[in-house]
């Protein structure tokens, strides 16, 4: 028996080795190839690598006199946002000349933002990040892969793993909520899901991490502003996600538009050169975000458009998305000695790398009937579908939901998003078609009683100080046995150049809400939006509220199934809900102070016109059951550094409906050489319990899941006591505490 295994391990480590050989063998092929190839280029078609320039909207007189003549003459080696009815075949015939015409036969790669998303709309990704279901969300990245692809896409600009502790922000909802733990697991699953495992497989998509670095941290949630934070802030929080994308293979980055402590992230040698390869041994290639690299003109760091793009490239952005006056400026400074042609061969070298790596030299084209076959599929829509009932978080239930179908003789589906079709594919959807999204009017249609009767009034816009519709919503209202209210954001209202000075309701929205609660017919809110909103009122006045976000194409069917109880909602924020927004920024990962909070003590860190808490923290969601936590274990009270130690509880569900928990794992170094945060998600899992049914979930604590950059920026455990909870939430569960020692 032990000989058996010692020869399959044998054989294993051979395969790893002939294996391994093998891609090393390729690679240096690869390397050869891309030698020969710039040895034959002149200074401008290498130049015309490092271009990235938009073709959307261009008309058909700029394809034929500007955009194919500069293929063929080698001037862009990429294009952005092909878009409309014949992709794959523009592609194809720009292909051509790109691959037979231009002198050296270089392929385009082509870039588009599939943010969530090409054809079948997914989720939002914040709203993705609330189910915390990776292996879905890694589906939903393959199945955006496979349609884009069909479509003539070559790259994503995804995912966008900013971290966003500021709901002013129009970009949180792109990104995957406030927890660089938790963003860094979503960072490499939808790596993984849009790469595939195999780059050259003709269904998968190049991955491009964004926006490097730190763009979360605008200054008060203005879109494009300053940032201005500590190194630690920026290890701590906003690079982990970057990280994790990388190590999972991501063969592209994107930069971030805004400065970080002065210096713009586009030509900023610190994050792309120092961290990014040196520390992190990235291969890939680094694009600048749009026009970004000729924009350090108006950040003040570069003088004219030849400066920014000496800046550019030497800090290591090696494509410049747009930037045209920067790029057309670029041979120049080479031939006036600023900048050596040795750092552009190093950046068209990483490009063409990827190119090769991808397979465009062998396979250029697509094949032109496979969009057809692959798009929208039965099975997109059922992950669609899905996806969005697991990202829906119930904010508050006080026993109207689920509704019983077979009780319900009239029901009353009132709000400006309830018969919408245009804003639950959300921000970022520019490849999608809204016709595809079913409302969640007709979802619900669709799953009523025979014989219940259902009645619809708009009631208001989203946004407008029209109060027209309230007499009709009011009188749907007063003879409904209950009301649904589809409230919140368009999908305008968020994402980029989209930032928002208060995070109320918008419009009337809340004056409808008023005078519906005062017919007295009891109402069950949801709430569709892109971000957390202030909604204290709704929370202290309607019985039932579901967070919807944005949740795609499968809108209607997703929600009906959730109100109706066919789906038990099991998703849980990801994002802090604020009670106002003085209290922003507000995150669950804060510190503790050297006074916190406490009620009884007026000196401490706090508000005299607001509770300190949150509205919902971070973690929280309920469900159509119970959840009880008990029996935590630990079996060790004391390890030594490098050592692990193992938490168990039993997590039981107390209900009479089967239910999903996620269960969450939060650990706090009690003393420190640099303060450390009250809690830090650390783990979770997705449990499935049937009524009456308990497991026990179990942890390990490992030296990863304990260490942190210490006061002298070391990534290491320090000995001292720790907490640890199994909790249902980032406020509450149970407690333990355990004790690393030295030795
Ligand atoms: C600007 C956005 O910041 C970026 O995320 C996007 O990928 C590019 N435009 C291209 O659309």
């Not at 990235?282 to 350090?296: A, I, K, L, T």
């Amino acid at each position: 028996m032990k000989s058996k295994n010692i020869l399959s391990l044998v054989v294993i480590f051979a395969a790893l080795a002939i294996i391994s050989s093998q891609s090393l063998a390729k690679d240096s092929q690869i390397d050869k190839k891309v030698n020969d190839l710039i040895a034959k280029m002149t200074l401008e078609e290498k130049v015309g690598q490092m271009a990235q320039y938009t073709i959307h909207g261009a008309n058909d007189i700029e394809l034929e006199n500007q955009i194919k003549p500069l293929v063929k003459k080698g001037g862009v080696g990429s294009f952005l946002g092909l878009a409309g009815k014949n992709t794959p075949e523009l592609r194809n015939e720009l292909q051509k000349i790109a691959v037979e015409q231009s002198r050296l036969g270089i392929p385009l790669i082509l870039g588009y933002d599939v943010i969530h998303g090409y054809r079948t709309m997914f989720p939002i990704p914040l709203a993705q990040s609330c189910s915390w279901n990776l292996d879905l969300a890694q589906k939903a990245a393959a199945i955006a892969a496979k349609e884009a692809s069909a479509a003539g896409q070559d790259w994503t600009f995804a995912p966008m793993i900013d971290i966003a502790r500021d709901p002013r922000w129009g970009r949180i909802a792109e990104g995957f909520g406030e927890d660089p733990y938790l963003c860094s697991l979503f960072a490499a699953a939808k790596v993984k899901g849009f790469q595939g495992d195999d780059l050259k497989d003709p269904s998968s998509l190049a991955a491009c991490l964004k926006h490097f670095a730190a763009y979360g941290a605008v200054q008060a949630g203005r879109e494009y502003h300053t940032v201005d934070i500590s190194k630690r802030t920026l290890w701590e929080t906003y690079l982990p996600p970057f990280k994790a994308g990388v190590d999972a293979g991501a063969l592209t980055l994107m930069t971030a538009f805004n400065e970080i402590n002065g210096i713009p992230a586009s030509g900023d040698p610190y994050l792309l050169n120092d961290i990014l390869r040196d520390q992190w041994g990235f291969e890939g290639f680094v694009v600048s975000d749009y026009n970004s690299v000729f924009q350090m003109i108006s950040h003040g760091y570069a003088e004219d458009a030849g400066d920014s793009a000496v800046k550019g490239v030497t800090a290591g952005c090696e494509m410049f998305m747009e930037s045209k006056a920067s790029i057309e400026a670029l041979p120049q400074q080479v031939k006036d000695g600023k900048l050596s042609e040795k750092v552009i061969d190093e950046a068209v070298r990483r490009i063409l790398k990827i190119k090769y790596r991808i397979g465009l030299f062998e396979n250029p084209y697509v094949d032109t009937t496979l969009a057809d076959k692959v798009t929208l599929t039965k099975e997109n829509i059922a992950v669609a579908r899905q996806l969005a009932r697991e990202s829906f978080v119930l904010l508050k239930n006080d026993g109207l939901l689920p509704l019983k179908k077979n009780k319900i003789k009239t029901i009353g589906i009132i709000g400006p998003l309830a018969n919408n079709k245009d804003d639950m594919m959300g921000t970022w959807a520019g490849s999608g078609d809204p016709n595809d999204a079913v409302t969640i009017l007709d979802g619900i249609k669709q799953q009523i009683a025979p014989g219940t009767q259902v009645l619809y009034a708009k009631g208001c816009d989203v946004d407008s100080d029209s109060t027209k519709g309230f007499a009709k919503a009011i009188k749907v209202a007063v003879v409904s046995d209950v009301v649904i209210m589809v409230i919140g954001e368009s999908a305008e209202l968020n994402g980029e150049a989209h930032s928002r000075s208060n995070i109320n309701l918008p419009g009337v929205q809340r004056r409808l809400v008023e005078l519906v609660k005062a017919t007295g017919t009891p109402i069950a809110v949801v709430l569709i939006t892109g971000r957390p909103l202030t909604i204290s009122w709704l929370e202290e006045n309607v019985p039932a509220i579901l967070v919807a976000w944005h949740p795609g194409i499968q809108a209607g069917p997703a929600v009906a199934d959730t109100l109706f109880g066919d789906f038990n909602p099991s998703g849980k924020l990801t994002v802090t809900f604020p009670r106002t927004l003085g209290q922003v920024p507000i995150f669950y990962n804060h510190k503790n102070t050297g006074r916190p909070a406490n009620k009884k003590d007026r000196y401490t860190s706090k508000y005299i016109d607001v509770h300190w808490t949150p509205l919902y923290p971070f973690g929280y969601g309920l469900s159509y059951t119970k959840f009880d936590y008990s029996n935590l274990k630990l079996n060790k009270k004391k390890i030594k550094i490098g050592d692990s130690l193992i938490v168990t509880a039993d997590i039981t569900n107390t209900g009479d409906v089967a239910g999903e928990e996620i269960v969450q794992l939060y650990l706090q170094d009690l003393f420190a050489s640099v303060t450390r945060p009250v809690r830090e998600l650390k783990g979770f899992t997705k449990l499935k319990l049937n009524p009456g049914q308990t497991k026990t979930v179990s942890f390990v604590i490992t030296k990863e899941r304990l260490s942190f950059y210490n006061d002298k920026m070391k990534y290491l455990v320090e000995p001292g006591d720790f907490k640890v909870w199994v909790a249902p939430d980032s406020v509450s569960g149970l407690e333990g505490k355990f004790t690393v020692t030295a030795n």
